[in-house]
C-alpha cells in the first residue's frame, strides 16, 4: 500500500512530505533536459500501468513499483514521473489521494533517486552487463523496503496506534523486494548488453552519453 489514501495521515506529516515532494519535483525539473522528456513520459507511463496491477499480499496488497530503475535512467527525473503518475492514479481511480499526493510521491521517488545517486555510477562503470545487472537488483530491492519504511513512517508520526498496521504494511513489502529485484536485475542487465546509454540519465548541457 505505497498509495495511501486521504483522511489516514495527520496535517503536519502531509505538509512535511509535501514539502519535501516540492523540493524533489523541483530539483527533478531543473535537471530535466528537453531530450529526457520522451524517456521521462515513457518510465512514468510505465509506472502507471504496473503499479494499477495490485497483488493481496496478506490483509494489503503490492504492486510493481521500478522505482530503482527509474532513479537510475532518470536521477532526479523520477520525481516529476512518479507524481505525474500518482496524480492520474487519484484522479482516474481513486487510487491513492490528492491530499497524500506528496507524501506518496515522496516515499516512492525518494528511494528511487537515492539509488541513482549511489549505485547508477557504478551501475554504469560495471565492467559486464551481469554485474550490473546484480548492482541494479540490489538497489531495487533497497527502494522498496525504503518505500515500506517511509509508508510506516508515515502512518506511525500520524498516529502511534498505526503502529501494528504499519509493521504488517512492511513485512508484505519483502517478497515485492526480491520480484523487483529480478526484474530489475534483468532488464538493466540488458541494457547494459544492447542500449548503455539508456542507463545515463541526460543532463542539460550534456552531451549523449558514450
Known amino acids: 500500500m505505497a498509495h495511501i489514501p486521504d483522511g489516514i495521515l495527520t496535517l503536519p506529516v502531509l505538509i512535511g512530505g509535501g514539502a519535501l515532494a516540492v523540493a524533489g519535483v523541483g530539483m527533478g525539473l531543473r535537471a530535466l533536459d528537453d531530450r529526457a522528456i520522451p524517456r521521462v513520459a515513457l518510465l512514468a507511463a510505465v509506472?502507471?500501468?504496473?503499479?494499477?496491477?495490485?497483488?493481496?499480499?496478506?490483509?494489503?496488497?503490492?504492486?510493481?513499483?521500478?522505482?530503482?530503475?527509474?532513479?537510475?535512467?532518470?536521477?532526479?527525473?523520477?520525481?516529476?514521473a512518479v507524481?505525474?503518475?500518482?496524480?492520474?492514479?487519484?484522479?482516474?481511480?481513486?487510487?491513492?489521494?490528492?491530499?497524500?499526493?506528496?507524501?506518496?510521491?515522496?516515499?516512492?521517488?525518494?528511494?528511487?533517486?537515492?539509488?541513482g545517486l549511489v549505485l547508477g555510477p557504478m551501475i554504469r562503470a560495471a565492467k559486464s552487463s551481469v554485474r550490473a545487472g546484480a548492482l541494479a537488483a540490489l538497489g531495487a530491492a533497497?527502494?522498496?523496503?525504503?518505500?515500506?519504511?517511509?509508508?510506516?513512517?508515515?502512518?506511525?508520526?500520524?498516529?502511534?496506534?498505526?503502529?501494528?498496521?504499519?509493521?504488517?504494511?512492511?513485512?508484505?513489502?519483502?517478497?515485492?523486494?526480491?520480484?523487483?529485484?529480478?526484474?530489475?536485475?534483468?532488464?538493466?542487465s540488458f541494457l547494459a548488453r544492447v542500449e548503455p546509454r539508456a542507463l545515463h540519465p541526460i543532463l542539460p548541457g550534456e552531451g549523449e552519453p558514450a
Open 47 to 80: 509506472f502507471f500501468a504496473a503499479s494499477l496491477v495490485a497483488v493481496p499480499v496478506g490483509p494489503s496488497s503490492v504492486h510493481l513499483m521500478l522505482s530503482g530503475l527509474m532513479g537510475v535512467m532518470l536521477g532526479w527525473g523520477i520525481f516529476p
Open 83 to 115: 507524481l505525474v503518475a500518482l496524480a492520474l492514479q487519484a484522479a482516474l481511480f481513486g487510487i491513492g489521494g490528492l491530499t497524500t499526493l506528496g507524501v506518496n510521491t515522496l516515499n516512492i521517488a525518494l528511494p528511487g533517486a537515492m539509488v
Open 142 to 188: 533497497l527502494a522498496v523496503l525504503a518505500t515500506a519504511g517511509g509508508v510506516a513512517l508515515a502512518l506511525y508520526l500520524s498516529a502511534p496506534e498505526f503502529t501494528p498496521a504499519a509493521k504488517i504494511l512492511a513485512v508484505t513489502y519483502l517478497p515485492l523486494a526480491l520480484v523487483e529485484a529480478a526484474i530489475t536485475g534483468a532488464i538493466t
